[in-house]
């Protein structure tokens, strides 16, 4: 298996470096090599099952038990342990796991797990004497190393099949567009059931020989002790952990200087974290871009690169194009939808033969379903999901456009855009927002600012306020949760 081989070879050769830190301490290299062994004889004991669940918080002890599940030549299923009991049961059933690698304290904490699986509780197994060596099993190019369940934007969670090979070149795409090195170090703080927290924070450092330094839980002041004391090169994260560490009174200038490179994927980031960051700690945020379906990453802007609102070029052997509702190819500066294609592209859709060619075009391009543009230099621009457009008045409208503006007023601190029916029009927009600490909500001063900076038919027939955003696990504002019999939850 290509990319088991390739993390497990930096722990053989250089065993006593420290690969990896997280909350409970530090991981030799050797540790998680031997601890892999380990397991796989538990594994092995257990089950027969081709997937094996993982059900871990972030840390040294999920690519452990990837590795050794890899030894065995099994697909990896890691399980988002946030989700729903029924919708996990859901994932369970569907990847037709019987077997979960976990530990007490997250079973206890979320209590989902379906009563029919067993439970390899890594705090419960004792690892004594020497483990049996082993050779990591010899599997066909296309096995599938690890199956990612995504919901989309609608429906049952989809289990998305990333082989060995789609894993192995998203990690030297990244690698070589990137220069990452051995000296590197990076922060690991997103799920590693998560694409972003799979690849790039966990197979791409233990690839390559740096060290990564995982927390299980974002708090500001965690991050900050982190950059700190470790002082690492590369942050790459999500929109809202940039902004809560803009709004950390703590944080300074000095906090960052290490980095690197300072990236955020996973959804548009708002111009206001941007801005901010930039005012704050004269650093500019770079943009990535890349799915689920794509390894993920397809998109990096370098910092040499910086294009306002860009995701950057497409990262090597990934070819990009534009295409109309028809399928003809977009010229520059023309919207339509995203397709790619290139080596890190999924194999499919787990059980799913006929959406699994519902999203690839004739020349093997996906079909990305989001909306966007490249300019005359291959810069990508991501305008938003073609699934969440607004038709107002027969004028195409996209909710990042306004969402953008009315996070640039004081008293916002999120928003979310969706559309609902008017019988004159079509759809209007319908705007919900969270407010910054002790911020009063003005639904009037909200309005009047959207029409100092939109087209009149863009602004929002209605705002209401939320305590919280609907989000994902990884922060995500969820717009799908969200409905005109939404009603507000706070007077702000």
């Known amino acids: 298996m290509k990319i088991a081989r390739a993390i497990v ?29 380990h397991l796989a004889k538990v594994i092995k004991s257990s089950t027969d099952a081709p997937h094996i669940g993982i059900m871990l918080p972030t840390s040294g002890l999920f690519p452990m038990a990837m590795i050794a599940s890899w030894m065995l030549g099994r697909t990896v299923v890691p399980l988002n342990y946030l989700l729903k009991a029924d919708d996990l049961k859901y994932v369970c059933d569907d990847a037709e796991i019987d077997t979960v690698v976990t530990v007490t304290p997250m079973v206890e904490q979320f209590d989902s797990l379906p009563d029919s699986i067993k439970q390899l509780r890594l705090d419960k197994i004792k690892f004594r004497g020497l483990p ?98 470790h002082r690492p090169t590369a942050l790459i994260a999500i929109p809202s952990l940039f902004n809560a560490l803009l709004h950390s009174k703590q944080a300074t200038a000095d906090d960052f200087k290490s980095l690197r490179f300072i990236v955020s994927g996973g959804e548009p980031l708002p111009a206001a974290v941007f801005d901010g960051f930039l005012e704050r700690f004269n650093l500019k945020i770079e943009q990535g871009y890349g799915l689920t379906e794509t390894g993920p990453v397809t998109n990096w802007c370098r910092p040499h690169e910086h294009r306002e609102n860009s995701v950057g070029m497409a990262i090597p052997d990934v070819d990009e194009k534009i295409v109309d509702p028809d399928g003809n190819v977009l010229g520059p500066n023309e919207d339509g939808e995203v397709c790619v294609r290139g080596p890190n592209i999924m194999k499919g859709y787990y059980k799913l033969p006929d959406l699994t060619a519902e999203v690839f075009d004739d020349e093997g391009y996906f079909k990305t379903g989001d909306m966007g543009r490249l300019d005359d230099d291959g810069h990508l621009y991501i305008t938003g999901r073609i699934k969440e457009m607004l038709i107002i008045g027969g004028e195409n409208v996209f909710p990042r456009e306004i969402e953008e503006v009315l996070n640039k007023h004081e008293s916002v601190h999120d928003s979310a855009v969706i559309g609902v029916e008017d019988p004159s029009r079509g759809e209007v927009a319908l705007a919900f927002v969270q407010l910054v600490e002790d911020a009063t909500f003005d639904e009037m001063s909200l309005r009047t600012h959207c029409r100092e900076h939109l087209a009149q038919f863009k602004v929002p027939r209605e705002i209401r306020v939320l305590d919280e955003l609907p989000r994902n696990p990884t922060g995500k504002i969820m717009r799908r949760q969200l409905s005109a019999d939404t009603p507000s939850t706070s007077t702000g």
Not at 170 to 197: E, K, M, Y
């Open 9 to 37: 070879r930096p722990l053989i050769f250089n065993p006593r470096r420290i690969a990896v830190v997280d909350d409970q301490g530090d991981w030799p290299a050797y540790k998680l090599y031997f601890g892999a062994l």
């Open 132 to 229: 049996p060596l082993r050779r990591i099993k010899s599997t066909p190019y296309d096995h599938v190393a690890v199956m990612l369940y995504t919901s989309g934007t609608s429906g049952k969670p989809k289990g998305v099949m990333l082989t060995s090979a789609n894993l192995a070149s998203n990690v030297r795409q990244c690698t070589q567009w990137a220069d990452f090195r051995p000296t590197d170090i990076l922060i690991g703080v997103l799920p590693q059931f998560h694409s972003f927290g799979l690849t790039i924070l966990t197979l791409l450092p233990l690839s390559l020989g740096c060290k990564v330094v995982y927390t299980a839980r974002f708090n500001p002041r965690k991050m900050l002790d982190i950059l700190r004391k």
